[in-house]
């Protein structure tokens, strides 16, 4: 009978990461390396404020029911709230969220992240920066934000959605609202978290943290009165001695 060889779970070429503790030397490096995006990002960001994040998947194409939500709302918030827009850089959702606050005459962030496809950023951002590590772009989308917008997306909008989300639960980060658009989209998410309530594994009221909506200017009510009512929004200035610029 004829056998064939198992594959490798591993390609040879690809880097290796499960392969335990790299020299010292690699290990500063890399240190070296997240610290020196650290600074980058802070420098890049601190004057951008305040700022609402906008979460959602870079697939979406111009016209789109979701690209046209993104953009809309967007715009909302832009031209009611006058708070910038910041995404992750790239097209789909991300673009059209720039391009809403664009077009509104708000001012469009993105923090863009270094992959072999899909993310290249948009030409609809006043300021961008390019990151190569995934969780230090994530600490800087949400450092910088007063409110969050969740859109559809994959993977990767569900690890923004669900990371923020306990942040906020665990009382790392302040209450600050969520608004979850596209309403078909999460329909089964959402009958999902009332299993988890149901089940015990998150409390009632963690629910309150969600608003889900399709409407642009009911997210942009629900902001308002969270931001208005609980936050002092803090808009800093650069320092010429430091050579820092807007």
């Not at 040879?12 to 020299?23: I, T």
Request: charged share 25%.
């Amino acid at each position: 009978m004829a056998t064939s060889r198992r594959r490798p779970l591993i390609n040879r070429n690809e880097s290796v990461w499960l392969e335990g503790p790299k020299s010292r030397t690699y290990e500063l490096g890399f240190i070296f390396r997240v610290f020196w995006e650290f600074v980058k990002g802070i420098r890049a960001l601190h004057f951008v404020g305040p700022a609402i994040t906008v979460f959602g998947s870079a697939r979406f194409k111009e016209g789109h029911r979701y690209y046209e939500l993104a953009r809309q709302v967007s715009a909302h918030i832009s031209s009611d709230l006058g708070l910038a827009i910041m995404t992750g850089g790239g097209p789909g959702i991300m673009e059209a969220a720039n391009r809403g606050a664009r077009e509104a005459g708000g001012h469009s962030i993105g923090c863009n992240i270094i992959l072999p496809h899909e993310q290249t950023e948009n030409p609809y951002l006043d300021k961008f920066v390019l990151f190569r590590y995934f969780f230090i772009r994530k600490v800087l989308l949400v450092k910088y934000s007063y409110a969050f917008v969740i859109l559809p997306g994959g993977f990767g909008t569900m690890d923004e959605f669900f990371e923020t989300l306990t942040l906020i639960q665990t009382r790392k980060i302040g209450d600050f609202p969520i608004v979850v658009m596209g309403t078909e989209f999460y329909r089964e998410l959402r009958e999902f978290l009332d299993i988890m309530v149901k089940e015990g594994t998150i409390s009632p009221e963690d629910l309150d943290l969600l608003l889900f909506t399709d409407d642009p200017e009911e997210a942009v009510t629900h902001i308002r009165k969270y931001l208005f009512e609980n936050y002092r929004i803090v808009r800093r200035k650069p320092s010429w001695w430091l050579f820092e610029k807007r």
